[in-house]
Each structure stands twice: as C-alpha cells, then as structure tokens.
C-alpha cells in the first residue's frame, strides 16, 4: 500500500481488490477449518482448528479493523488483551495440567 491511498480525512484505505484478497483468504480458512474437523487426527484436530482460527482473527485485525495502521491507544488495546489472554490460557493450562498431582478424597 503506497501512502497515496488515504480518504479525505487523511485515513489509510484498502483496495477493494486487497479485501477481495483477503475475503477469498477467509472462505478458504474457514472451508480447510471444516475440512479439519472432519479428519480423523485426534487430538491434532483442535490444535489445527485454532491455529486456523488465529490467522483469520489475524487477518481480520490487520485488513478489517486497520490495526496495522492504528497508533497509539487501538494498539495497546489489542496488546492488552492478548496479554489478558495470555494469562487467562496459563490459569487454564494450569489448572488442567496438575489436575492429578494431588489425590481427591473418596477416590
């Protein structure tokens, strides 16, 4: 994208042919996510599936909702939520990995 693409407001724009792109990116994801679940990998499967889940909530943030573009306050808004994230998915892990380390009465 070349500086010249802003609106009259000064804002950068996307091409229509770049969220076509982008569009065709997001059906394709969203057909191999399909694909995935109906494969026989085990445990694979959601590992996948949220791999896939994450390049679309990629693309989406960058395309979609400019993130690439933003300065300041819309960029440490994402920042801080994928650290809240980060420590709600650690509380979990933890939790579901040390689920067998302490006995449970009555078992």
Same mark, same amino acid.
């Given at each position: 994208?070349?500086?010249?693409?802003?609106?009259?407001?000064?804002?950068?724009?996307?091409?229509?042919?770049?969220?076509?792109?982008?569009?065709?990116?997001?059906?394709?994801?969203? !057909?191999?996510?399909?694909?995935?679940?109906? %494969?026989?990998?085990?445990?694979?499967?959601?590992?996948?599936? %949220? %791999?896939?889940?994450?390049?679309?909530?990629?693309?989406? !943030?960058?395309?979609?909702?400019?993130?690439?573009?933003?300065? !300041? %306050?819309?960029?440490?808004?994402?920042?801080?939520?994928?650290?809240?994230?980060?420590?709600?998915?650690?509380?979990?892990?933890?939790?579901?990995?040390?689920?067998?380390?302490?006995?449970?009465?009555?078992?």
């Amino acid at each position: 994208m070349s500086v010249e693409d802003r609106n009259a407001r000064g804002e950068p724009t996307t091409s229509p042919r770049t969220a076509l792109v982008v569009c065709a990116a997001l059906l394709i994801l969203t !057909g191999v996510s399909i694909a995935v679940a109906h %494969l026989a990998l085990g445990g694979w499967n959601a590992l996948l599936t %949220l %791999l896939i889940a994450a390049v679309q909530a990629v693309l989406i !943030g960058a395309f979609y909702m400019r993130i690439r573009y933003a300065h !300041g %306050l819309p960029r440490l808004v994402v920042v801080a939520a994928l650290l809240w994230f980060a420590i709600l998915l650690a509380g979990t892990l933890d939790d579901v990995l040390t689920r067998g380390w302490v006995p449970v009465l009555g078992k």
